[in-house]
């Protein structure tokens, strides 16, 4: 079992940054696959972003050009850097970590943009 600790969440206005964080803390796993989802209440969660071992990456069209996924290897961390942030990018957002897909989950973060 694998243990995703996220950080990074909050409140901000539109055109605002943040950098979500995940973590996880001791874990042994090769974890090929680590990315970042979000969900709104009633609809179903979305993949936002992925990035794999090797360092590649894949974006949902909506957050092309204003979001950034990053790794750190040595530390099974993954991070997320959100710019020109807008009102429909509010979600709980949710770190995921596998060895190919998303076994793992993490307990999600808050994200509210202000408009």
């Known amino acids: 079992q694998v243990r995703l600790v996220e950080s990074g969440g909050g409140l901000v206005q539109a055109g605002g940054s943040l950098r979500l964080s995940c973590t996880a803390p001791?874990?042994?796993?090769?974890?090929?696959?680590m990315g970042w989802y979000r969900q709104v209440p009633g609809n179903q969660r979305e993949l936002v972003a992925e990035?794999?071992?090797?360092?590649?990456?894949n974006y949902v069209d909506s957050v092309k050009g204003r979001f950034t996924v990053s790794r750190n290897n040595a530390e099974n961390t993954v991070y997320l850097q959100m710019n020109s942030l807008k009102p429909e990018d509010t979600a709980v957002y949710y770190c995921?970590?596998?060895?190919?897909?998303?076994?793992?989950w993490g307990q999600g973060t808050q994200v509210t943009v202000s408009s």
């Open positions: 995921a970590a596998g060895l190919r897909s998303a076994n793992y």
């Open positions: 001791g874990s042994t796993y090769r974890l090929n696959f």
């Open positions: 990035i794999t071992r090797g360092g590649s990456t």
